[in-house]
T-cell receptor
Framework: AQKITQTQPGMFVQEKEAVTLDCTYD???????LFWYKQPSSGEMIFLIY??????QNATEGRYSLNFQKARKSANLVISASQLGDSAMYFC??????????FGKGTRLHILP | EAQVTQNPRYLITVTGKKLTVTCSQN?????MSWYRQDPGLGLRQIYY???????DKGDVPEGYKVSRKEKRNFPLILESPSPNQTSLYFC?????????????FGSGTQLSVL
């Protein structure tokens, strides 16, 4: 069955340090997409990064990278050089070749000055 | 500007009083979906639609109705709201060419049912 697991409900990280947010997934499909979204305190959902199941290279978008380990079914988000503005809730999501898109329960990230 | 517009942003109502949350997108997207967000539970899919007149249940459809009469609009209807439907609701849309399409989200509707 389709499933997304984020095991870190909350994290505290010092400003300028790198941070890794964990995400594992379960699917029987060969074709799927993995996404990370950021939700700041204002509430909107902001798309950060995407990784396709057939992509051989890890996705990168500026300070964000996705550490994709297909055999382990993990898709961890790495934020380099964290900033105060990175404090937010982060959601991992998966889209399979059919219709459902599921989200994990989220990780609340706090960046400390 | 490409966007998903949800209204209202905030809504307080009483148990049993029918309400509709509207959602409209201007990107000609085939796929539209409703989610509810609750603390500790993440986002859970309520209903989704692959195209006009095509809708299907997500993981938590009980107590909700949807319709897709036009491609741009996908309203969420609560015919008899109850306090356990107090939540933050998001509408989202995307093209549908495969699993690589990201969702575009509305701003959210904070609903309180008293």
């Amino acid at each position: 069955a389709q499933k997304i697991t984020q095991t870190q409900p909350g994290m505290f990280v010092q400003e300028k340090e790198a941070v890794t947010l964990d995400c594992t997934y379960d699917t029987s499909d060969q074709s799927y997409g993995l996404f990370w979204y950021k939700q700041p305190s204002s509430g909107e959902m902001i798309f950060l990064i995407y990784q396709g199941s057939y992509d051989e290279q890890n996705a990168t978008e500026g300070r964000y990278s996705l550490n994709f380990q297909k055999a382990r079914k993990s898709a961890n988000l790495v934020i380099s050089a964290s900033q105060l503005g990175d404090s937010a809730m982060y959601f991992c999501a998966m889209r399979e070749s059919h219709d459902k898109i599921i989200f994990g329960k989220g990780t609340r990230l706090h960046i400390l000055p | 500007e490409a966007q998903v517009t949800q209204n209202p942003r905030y809504l307080i109502t009483v148990t049993g009083k029918k309400l509709t949350v509207t959602c409209s997108q201007n990107m000609n997207h085939e796929y539209m979906s409703w989610y509810r967000q609750d603390p500790g539970l993440g986002l859970r899919q309520i209903y989704y639609s692959m195209n006009v007149e095509v809708t299907d249940k997500g993981d938590v459809p009980e107590g909700y109705k949807v319709s897709r009469k036009e491609k741009r609009n996908f309203p969420l209807i609560l015919e008899s709201p109850s306090p356990n439907q107090t939540s933050l609701y998001f509408c989202a849309s995307s093209p549908w060419t495969g699993p690589g399409e990201k969702l575009f989200f509305g701003s959210g509707t904070q609903l309180s049912v008293l």
